[in-house]
């Protein structure tokens, strides 16, 4: 059980700082965003490749940290049933979701995705604008890492769900551990 709180930990720990790092690309996004709105409005010009750049970055930044949102269960969820439930009753409702729900539809899109991505990186695609920025098979991996990023979370999650089932969950950092009703954040 100790082994299962470590994979626990660790893949929760990637995700916490994969999310730490990319979700600074909103400040990004703003800068750039604001520094075109300036150049059409103020110098009546634009550079292509900038208007591509702040919807690339948002791309990036939100397929990079789902995997951080669902650590943080900043994702939607009918709260209705949920909330209100005991802490064994959310990890088999999380048990059950994660396996017939969330680890399937990562599954379909690392397997369709993986021929998208693949094209674009032999053609090394880039925009469709004229003037526009190349790499775009740079940003189509973040589909993959997407895959990779909440599949990991969500066996994590399972994991999580085992733990409490066994009656381990103790064996987890309390900030790991399902919230009760005086931890919401």
Same mark, same amino acid.
């Given at each position: ?25 909103? *400040?990004? !996004? @703003?800068?750039?965003?604001? %520094? ?12 292509? +490749?900038?208007?591509?750049? #702040? @919807? +690339? *970055? ?21 709260? !209705?049933? #949920?909330?209100?439930?005991? %802490?064994? %009753? $959310?990890?088999? =409702? ?13 599954? =379909?899109? +690392? =397997? ?8 674009? +990186?032999?053609? #090394? ?10 790499? *775009?098979?740079?940003? $189509?991996?973040? =589909? ?7 599949? *990991?979370?969500? !066996? ?7 733990? @409490?089932?066994?009656? $381990? ?17």
């Amino acid at each position: 059980m100790t082994f299962i709180a470590f994979l626990v930990r660790a893949i929760s720990g990637l995700n916490r700082i994969t999310g730490s790092i990319f979700s600074w690309l909103a *400040l990004a !996004i @703003v800068l750039v965003c604001f %520094t075109v709105v300036v150049q059409r409005y103020l110098f009546s010009t634009t550079q292509l +490749w900038m208007q591509d750049l #702040y @919807v +690339w *970055l948002n791309g990036a930044m939100f397929t990079a940290v789902a995997g951080f949102a669902l650590l943080r269960n900043d994702h939607v969820r009918v709260d !209705i049933f #949920y909330r209100p439930a005991s %802490t064994r %009753t $959310k990890a088999i =409702i999380d048990l059950i979701g994660v396996c017939f729900f969330l680890l399937p539809f990562c599954y =379909i899109v +690392w =397997i369709y995705g993986y021929p998208f991505v693949m094209r674009s +990186w032999r053609i #090394y695609e880039a925009s469709a604008n004229p003037g526009g920025m190349r790499g *775009l098979y740079i940003l $189509k991996t973040f =589909i993959l890492g997407f895959a990779v990023l909440v599949a *990991l979370q969500g !066996i994590s999650m399972a994991l999580r769900s085992v733990l @409490v089932l066994a009656g $381990k969950e103790h064996l987890l950092p309390i900030d790991l551990r399902y919230e009760t009703d005086g931890d919401a954040h």
